[in-house]
């Protein structure tokens, strides 16, 4: 049963640690995603990434938020330092693209805490 | 950039009855729009989608329709189920390396 796998699945940190969030994408996938879901905000875009590539990070804070793809089968998000306004579940998805349209598959999403 | 505006917010139904949640985008270019089911500790889930050149499409319990006239596009659900009860998103792409946009999504509550 293929399907995205993130890790932690929760997390609690102290404000101006580090926090470092991994994904697996579905084996075949070219396309991966992170979102950010909040109450207030809902789901957004923070980045995405395209045969490794990034194609857009302009939904994160460049400052303290970090994304990579250091091979086809692990994509990492990174937090330094973090804030409490930071505290979210951080989803990754991922999809195949073939030229038209991406149907993406979530994760069950890492519960960020920041204290 | 794209705009997808969803409601109700909240949605409450008896068992058995339909539901509708309805969005609305802001981008022309905007061809491919997948809804996506949530249930409480789980990721989003894709359970079905449409795409400009067709106008409804169903699956089972469930429908799409899409004016991209008005850029409407519709969630139908009939003959609810408990099980049904999730937060339900709606979401909009121009395809190709553009974002996929979400609603703010709707919290459905089926009533048994």
């Known amino acids: 049963d293929a399907r995205v796998t993130q890790t932690p699945r929760h997390k609690v940190t102290e404000m101006g640690q580090e926090v470092t969030m991994r994904c697996q994408p579905i084996l075949g996938h070219n396309t991966v995603f992170w979102y950010r879901q909040t109450m207030m905000q809902g789901l957004e875009l923070l980045a995405y990434f395209r045969n490794r590539a990034p194609l857009d990070d302009s939904g994160m804070p460049k400052d303290r938020f970090s994304a990579e793809m250091p091979d086809a089968t692990l994509a990492t998000l990174k937090i330094q330092p973090s804030e409490p306004r930071d505290s979210a579940v951080y989803f990754c998805?991922?999809?195949?693209?073939?030229?038209?349209?991406?149907?993406?598959?979530f994760g069950q999403g890492t519960r960020l805490t920041v204290v | 950039g794209e705009n997808v505006e969803q409601h109700p917010s909240t949605l409450s139904v008896q068992e058995g009855d339909s539901a509708v949640i309805k969005c609305t985008y802001s981008?022309?270019?905007?061809?491919?729009f997948p809804w996506y089911k949530q249930e409480l500790g789980k990721g989003p889930q894709l359970i079905i989608d449409i795409r400009s050149n067709v106008g409804e499409k169903k699956d089972q319990r469930i429908a799409v329709t899409l004016n991209k006239t008005a850029k409407h596009f519709s969630l139908h659900i009939t003959e609810t189920q408990p099980e049904d009860s999730a937060v339900y998103f709606c979401?909009?792409?121009?395809?190709?390396?553009?974002?996929?946009?979400f609603g703010i999504g709707t919290k459905l509550q089926v009533i048994p």
């Open positions: 981008d022309s270019a905007s061809n491919y």
């Open positions: 979401a909009a792409s121009a395809g190709g390396y553009q974002k996929v946009t």
């Open positions: 998805a991922s999809g195949l693209w073939r030229g038209v349209d991406t149907e993406a598959f």
